[in-house]
C-alpha cells in the first residue's frame, strides 16, 4: 500500500476531497491484496488438481501391468513413463499453441492455435500444467488397447504425435475460445457450442478413437487367434492377467485422481466453490454405482 505523504499528494493532483481520496485509495489496496490471495488459492487449487490428474499414471501403469502377462510387464511400465516423457516434450514444444495459443475472445473461428509454441509469449504456466496432466492422461488411455503388440519406438513416436496435434487439435475446436465448437467462443455453435466440464470429448472420446484405430492396424495379439504360421485356432487363447492386486491398486488410483481431473475442471475454485462440492460428490456416486452395475450385469451374463 502507498505511504500517506503518497496518497496525499494523490488527492492534491486530483482535486478530490481528501477522506473520499484516502477512503477509495484503502479499499483499492485492498480489493488489490484480496485478488492476490485469490489468484494464490485458483493456483493451488489447479496445481492440487493437475498433481491428481498425474498421479492416474500411475493408476494406468498398474492396472495395464497387472492385466498384461508377466513377461511383458516390464515393457507396459516403460510405456506410462515414455507417455509422460514424450507427452510433455510434445505438448510444452506445440501441443499447448496448438490448443490454446493466440485464443481471443471475439476473434475469428480458427483450425489451431498459432503463438505460444514453447512456452514462449503470455502462457499461464499453471494452466499450461494442468492441460499436460489432461494430455498424458489421453495418452495412457490407449496403452491397454495396444499391450503386448507394439514396439517401443513406434509408442514413443505415437505418444509424442498425440500429445501435440491430434489432442490440441480436438481441445481448440471444444475448450479454446476461438473453437467452433466451443462454448466460450463469441458466437457459440446454435447458441451454447458444446458443454464440456471434465473432457469427455476432448479426452474420452478421442482417446477411444486413437485406441480404436490402433487396435485395427495392430489387429490381435499374436498366438490369439492364429498360430505361428497366421492358421486360425479352434479355440482362441486366453491370455489372463498376472496380477490382480496391481490391477485392483490401479483402478483405486484412477478413482482416486478422478476428484482432480472432474472437480478441478472448474479452474477456479474462488468463483465456483458449491460447483465443485457438486462435481465431486457426483464423482463419487458415479465410480460407485458404475463398479456395482459392472459386477450385478456380469453376474447375470454368467
Known sequence: MASSKTIYESCIDSELDISQCVSDT????????????????NTSFLLFGGALIYFMQT????????SVRQKNC??????????????????WSVGYAFAFGGDNFGGPITFIGSKNFFLTGDVELIFWFFNFAFA???????????AERCQMTAYLFYSYFLC????????HQIWSVNGFLSAYSANPLWGNGVIDLAGSGPV????????????????????????????????????????VALQFLGTFCLWFGWYGFNPCSVLKVTAYPETTAL?????????????????FFGKLSL
Request: aromatic share 8%; proline share 4%; charged share 10%.
Open 26 to 41: 484503502f479499499e483499492a489496496a485492498l480489493a488489490s491484496k484480496h485478488h492476490t490471495y485469490e489468484t494464490a488459492i
Open 136 to 146: 498424458c492422461t489421453l495418452s495412457s488411455i490407449v496403452a491397454g488397447t495396444v
Open 164 to 171: 501435440g496435434f491430434v489432442y490440441p487439435v480436438v481441445t
Open 74 to 91: 516390464k515393457n507396459i511400465l516403460l510405456w506410462n513413463l515414455l507417455d509422460s516423457c514424450a507427452g510433455a516434450v510434445g505438448y
Open 279 to 295: 462435481v465431486a460428490v457426483n464423482t463419487t456416486l458415479a465410480a460407485a454405482t458404475g463398479a456395482i452395475s459392472a459386477m
Open 204 to 243: 474420452h472420446m478421442c482417446g477411444g478413437v486413437s485406441a480404436l484405430v490402433a487396435a485395427l492396424i495392430l489387429g490381435p495379439r499374436r498366438g490369439r487367434f492364429y498360430d505361428d504360421d497366421g492358421t486360425p485356432l479352434e479355440t482362441p487363447r486366453e491370455y489372463g492377467p498376472h496380477s
Open 59 to 66: 493408476g494406468f501403469a498398474m492396472l495395464t501391468a497387472g
